[in-house]
């Protein structure tokens, strides 16, 4: 009776527990799973824009300033290349681009609005743009398949970017050797729907893209800068905030 007592404390819960203890000091992996910790990305340090209604303006007016052929003009967008429109709204660069790059080439338009990405794709199958594909991105990363685009266009939206830094990390290895992300924006704060150029180069260097080019826009409400990526994508906790001065 006192053998059976003894075995049967040995073999109660509490007992056992040292035992699965020191089965992890024999040189086995742990049995729990750990998962990979999610990237930590500095906060934009200067306020954020909301997000306003996806037209701003009339596309016969703006047709009628050139604005479309003009940014594509100098964001060197020709026949066979592929582009992402980010924040495509409702298509107004979406069905130009379309027409710029051709059958050989593609456009991908995204929004992070659904009902706006479906009366976009809509539209884009009403025109019967074969050339045209249409995403939902998230608001911290656009979710582009990678190695795919000559340009990455981005009009009048990055000032509405909650987390900059890792939207734009994220958005890095979607470019192809050579692309090109391509901003339009307007010089005035943040928070009245625009973005100081020198705190866009900081932001864009942070994330380790150099500025390719800077050209006033008049036709667009502002100005264009392109942009490379180059180096070796940054380490998300190495990224530093650029202060709104």
């Known amino acids: 009776m006192k ?13 056992l527990l040292p035992l699965f203890a020191l089965g992890a000091c024999d ?17 934009a340090d200067r306020p954020v824009a909301s997000i306003v209604s996806s037209r701003w303006s009339n596309e016969e007016a703006r047709d009628r300033l050139n604005e479309a052929g003009e940014v594509m003009n100098k964001a060197a967008i020709s026949k066979g ?3 992402a429109d980010i924040g495509a709204g409702e298509g107004y660069y979406t069905i130009r681009m379309a027409a710029r790059v051709g059958k050989e080439g593609r456009v991908l338009a995204e929004d992070i609005v659904a009902s706006v990405r479906d009366t976009l794709a809509e539209r884009v199958a009403r025109e019967d743009l074969a050339n045209v594909s249409v995403k939902l991105g998230e608001a911290n990363d656009p979710k582009l398949p990678e190695a795919s685009f000559d340009r990455v266009l981005m009009v009048h939206m990055y000032h509405e970017i ?15 050797p050579d692309g090109l992300v391509v901003v339009v924006d307007a010089n005035r704060r943040t928070q009245d729907h625009g973005t100081p150029p020198a705190l866009l180069k900081c932001e864009f260097a942070a994330v380790g893209y150099t500025q390719v080019d800077m050209d006033e826009m008049p036709s667009a409400g502002g100005y264009l800068a392109t942009f490379r990526a180059t180096g070796p994508r940054p380490k998300p906790e190495a ?6 001065k």
């Open 81 to 83: 290349m592929t582009v």
């Open 27 to 43: 040189g086995s992996k742990p049995l729990i799973k750990r998962e990979p910790k999610e990237p930590v990305f500095p906060a």
């Open 162 to 176: 909650e987390q900059p830094y890792e939207f734009l990390w994220r958005l890095r290895p979607s470019l192809k």
């Open 3 to 15: 053998l059976k007592g003894a075995l049967a404390l040995m073999l109660s819960p509490v007992f």
């Open 239 to 244: 990224i530093r905030a650029c202060r709104l």
